[in-house]
């Protein structure tokens, strides 16, 4: 019963992102083809979003729901890093027609052959596990 008001957090969630047209495959095809704003706009609100967030959360030394206080390791900046990630994120992205977050709200609306998508990134998530050791972070 705790869990309630994340799991209604969750479907609201879902709903925005099915109502926004984020989980639209043609929505996704018109972004890579820069036909239309719609997906920019979207993700450029959500990066401006995540900005606001992250420096409030900073500033008022804001806490987890479990109390504990949330700190932002450094990174240290690396092109190659990067580049290789986003290629990989874009062209899975690219290939499968879902970013990972709607992948759970397309499941949600009953289109069953998400699942294979879904089976494919947790194995992604495994390999990653397995060899992150011997990757350069």
Request: hydrophobic share 55%; charged share 10%.
């Amino acid at each position: 019963m705790k869990y309630l008001k994340f799991i209604a957090l969750g479907v609201l969630f879902g709903i925005v992102m099915a109502k926004s047209e984020v989980i639209s495959w043609y929505r996704i095809y018109e972004m890579f083809r820069f036909e239309a704003f719609h997906m920019y706009g979207i993700i450029g609100s959500a990066v401006i979003l995540g900005v606001v967030g992250t420096y409030l959360i900073k500033k008022k030394n804001a806490r987890s729901i479990l109390g504990e206080q949330i700190y932002f390791a450094p990174k240290q900046m690396s092109i190659t890093r990067y580049l290789v990630g986003g290629i990989l994120f874009g062209l899975g992205w690219a290939l499968v027609g879902a970013c990972p977050g709607p992948m759970f709200v397309l499941i949600g609306a009953g289109f069953v052959p998400i699942l294979i998508v879904l089976f494919g990134a947790l194995i992604g998530t495994f390999v990653y596990g397995v060899v992150r050791s011997k990757l350069p972070h």
